[in-house]
């Protein structure tokens, strides 16, 4: 199966910063990867699909890109709400759907 | 609009079976992609099967053999038969819509979970 890693595991920000999550993959997915925020208690909920195309609704602070091996997302002004624990997906249908370990984004 | 609500978690015993279901509402199940992904306490997302339109069905090496994804279009359901079950398929259990367009693909709408625990 492929084997997504998430770097980093945590981070620390302040409301304004600019925030990049990375996503590499352990042989190429083309782009076929996805994005998801969760808050705690809560579902799932999918911020970017296809690396880069911004799900219906999400606000425009999130961008995803790449392809291949390497993908990251980006929240160009952190908000309040953003404080979440982000996981990126693997969505080529013929291989197991993995997700990465986990982003956890936290108020500096 | 869209709902997805599962049921069907319990305590059960190593060894013990299972079986959870999602009863949408607000689109026709058959016509989608569904899947089942599960979260240990504490723990990261863990994607568990899908079954595609068609009725094609993949699963995850860590459930093959012992998991079973199924869907009743009648009752607009999808199951997850879970047999074998072992302490570390302790985990809350959701249901998903897969988006897929224009060859993309994504897990667009959630159920709120139900908690299945393994323990003697």
């Known amino acids: 199966d492929i084997q997504l890693t998430q770097s980093p595991s945590f981070l620390s920000a302040s409301v304004g910063d600019r925030v990049t999550i990375t996503c590499r993959a352990s042989e190429g997915i083309s782009n076929y990867l996805a994005w998801y925020q969760q808050k705690p208690g809560k579902a799932p909920k999918l911020l970017i699909y296809g690396a880069s195309t911004l799900q219906s609704g999400v606000p425009s602070r999130f961008s995803g890109s790449g392809s291949g091996t390497e993908f990251t997302l980006t929240i160009s002004s952190l908000q309040p709400e953003d404080f979440a624990t982000y996981y990126c997906q693997q969505v080529d249908v013929y291989r197991a759907l993995t997700f990465g370990g986990g982003t956890k984004v936290e108020i500096k | 609009e869209v709902q997805l609500v599962e049921s069907g978690g319990d305590l059960v015993q190593p060894g013990g079976s299972l079986r959870l279901s999602c009863v949408v509402s607000?689109?026709?199940?058959?016509?989608?992609?569904m899947s089942w992904v599960r979260q240990a306490p504490g723990k990261g997302l863990d994607w568990v099967s899908v079954?595609?339109?068609?009725?094609?069905?993949y699963y995850a090496d860590s459930v093959k053999g012992r998991f079973s994804i199924s869907r009743d279009s009648s009752k607009n359901t999808l199951y997850l038969q879970m047999n074998s079950l072992r302490a570390e398929d302790t985990a809350v259990y959701y249901c998903?819509?897969?988006?897929?367009?224009?060859?993309?693909?994504?897990?667009?709408?959630w159920g709120q979970g139900t908690l299945v625990a393994v323990s003697s």
């Open positions: 998903a819509r897969v988006l897929f367009t224009s060859g993309r693909l994504g897990f667009d709408h």
């Open positions: 607000g689109f026709t199940i058959n016509t989608n992609y």
């Open positions: 079954i595609f339109i068609g009725g094609s069905i």
